[in-house]
């Protein structure tokens, strides 16, 4: 057992980190808001580090690492709110020709059984992918018809809403659409985590430069107990998305639906906590646009509603629970 | 990273579970919580049973008696402890996990030969002198005086929160041994031996009416000056010495714990019926054990962390307060569930109708031990904010 990074696997955290910092900082992202904003060369610049490949075998053209090291990639991507079909884009990459090196950008809808069918990024993407109990299925985004929604939640997700059920051809029958629904909820709760742990940067270095009543205001222990609690949440979730990242790779550990929801319930939570605890720390500024904190809440919510509800996942590990 | 046990860890495991499945078949049946003198001998068969076998001192070096472990090893033995439903460290908890690696690190040799082996074999039994009702989450103000008066300290004060002191034959105990040095300075850690005369053991009766706790007042106590550990004057560093030894197990014997009463409050939600239908099939209750169990495992994945990082020869700075407080939050939640489903059974502490009941109001009362003891949820999070975040103090 060892359930902390390797030094390798903090290089490659920090090799996302770089390039996260120094190719998609703020206004990159912020400019996603233009339906026009999706950037392909820096979507291939991130293709070409092997981000989509992390677990991906070599001979299939990827970097051949675990899946628990893809994991750690998309906290890095979650923290630097690097925008684009991330979990997609991973999923795809291996099984999808020209994903992996970003020539051709995915989008992903998992089937909901009502409501509207809502795609993030359809607009930016080359071909859809469709999962459902069924299988999955892939389709060129010029054969759908849908309409753009003008004042997407979250500036930075583009989102369009589909004019009926898509079909297309498949790529893969049950077994993968539920092998892709299980890491593609553990791949969004890991942008959650880094999310959480993003928007809490953020706060505490608002905390230490913001002065009031003569004194930073991270002097108050009001503020010190939400920031320390923020960072908690933190270090709850990253410990059940690591957990579930390896009973991936070692099925024989653990109930892998269970570590994936359990990931959910933790990761979501720190993220819209932290997140919520970010704009109230910014006080007034925190209400505006022009400040960050909403970027993280918004992309939490975005990202809490991916492959299943928090409320299905309370069920799924109640249920797994309940059956011992 | 891995969560699957290595060859050597396997292996481990195997022999322990083996070994302890035939000793826990063995032992008696256990004393209630109030007879202290049927509580340590139950302790002291077991421990020794350890002993014999190899196990004690499990994470001790071995050149003091103890196995020298991993932390990883320690954990195994932990785990496979609960399974096989063996007795936890019970009154040996101060001596084993505080006392005796204080002494270890700090003591001179006729202390280590006169004290570690008694702890080991369970013929010895420690409580901890260190809390004052003046003194709590601010320790270092603690007033009990030690003044020295030949071979001897003389010690007058009051002590609080000393738990087993009902069936302890040592304390390790905090004293002010230079009145003018205010705070960390001036403080002495000594081996008070609790038969000596001016010491007045009273029981604390605690919220859910055990006696685990007791107030000690002392009164021209004379412990010869042989008994001090480390320098006079020295005794906040002696303290906290141990916290270099923490390698992320502090906690594991209390979460296997939750972690049964949460199983048994599940079953005990199945079997309930309300309003025609069993408590669990109620959704926001389901919803909320859901919620509880991923926290649960998540404490298990945080704990596998730090024990990961203890075998690399440290702990992460904030990783124990940051688990103790988030295992004390979901400590409340679970007993604000069991409170939900437990419905008007929850008016009695004693168990009903051969169901856990009674546990699980225990369950609720016992969160505030976690919530408080040790350093408050509200100190914790100070020390993450300051250590951790780097916010400016206070003062």
Known sequence: ?324 | MHLRDSESDAAFRTEVREWLGGAVASLPSRPSDDDWPGRRAYDAHWQRLLFDAGYAGINWPAEHGGRGATPTEHLIFLEESAAAKAPDVGVGFVGQMHAGPTIIAEGTDAQKSHHLRGILTGEHVWCQGFSEPGSGSDLASLRTRAFRDGDDYVVTGQKIWTSHAMAADYCEMLVRTDPNELKHKGISWLIMPMDLPGIDVRPLVTVHGSTEFAELFLDEVRVPVSNLVGEENDGWRVANVTLSFERGTGFVGELLDTTNVFQELIEFSKSTTRNGKSVYDDDSIRREIGIIGADLDALWAFTKRNVSQGARGGMVMGSGSGFKVAFATTQHRLGDLALRVLDRSSLSLDDLDGLPTGELVHAKLHAFAISLGGGTTQIQQNIIAERVLGLPRER
Request: net charge negative.
């Open chain 1, 1 to 324: 057992m060892d359930l902390q990074p390797t030094d390798d696997q903090n290089s490659l955290v920090e090799m996302i980190t770089g390039f996260a910092a120094d190719r998609f900082p703020i206004e990159i992202i912020r400019s996603f808001s233009d339906r026009t904003g999706f950037d392909r060369s820096r979507w291939s610049e991130l293709a070409a580090l092997g981000t989509f490949g992390v677990a991906v075998p070599e001979e299939s053209g990827g970097v051949g690492l675990n899946f628990i090291d893809a994991v750690l990639v998309h906290e890095a991507l979650g923290a630097a709110l690097v925008p684009g079909p991330l979990v997609a884009a991973t999923l795809a990459s291996g099984v999808v020709e020209g994903v992996i090196d970003g020539s051709v950008v995915p989008c992903l809808v998992d089937l909901p059984h009502d409501g509207p069918l809502i795609v993030e990024h359809f607009r930016s993407a080359d071909v859809l992918l469709v999962v459902s109990d069924n299988g999955v299925e892939l389709i060129s985004c010029s054969e759908i018809s849908g309409s753009d929604v003008l004042h997407p939640t979250d500036p930075t997700t583009p989102v369009t809403v589909l004019a009926s059920r898509p079909e297309g051809k498949s790529v893969g029958g049950p077994e993968l659409a539920t092998a892709w629904r299980q890491r593609g909820s553990l791949l969004a709760s890991a942008q959650l985590s880094g999310n959480s742990s993003g928007s809490t940067s953020l706060a505490v270095e608002y905390a230490k430069e913001r002065e009031q009543f003569g004194r930073p205001i991270g002097s108050f222990q009001g503020l010190k107990h939400l920031l320390a609690d923020s960072w908690i949440r933190t270090e709850v979730a990253r410990s059940s998305v690591w957990a579930a990242g390896v009973t991936i790779d070692e099925p024989e550990v653990g109930s892998i639906p269970r570590a994936v929801a359990g990931a959910r319930l933790t990761a979501a939570r720190a993220a819209t906590e932290n997140a919520k605890t970010c704009v109230q720390v910014h006080g007034g500024m925190g209400f505006t646009w022009e400040v960050d904190a909403h970027l993280f809440l918004k992309r939490a919510w975005i990202l809490e509603t991916q492959f299943g509800s928090i409320d299905d996942a309370a069920d799924v590990v109640a249920e797994l629970y309940a059956i011992r």
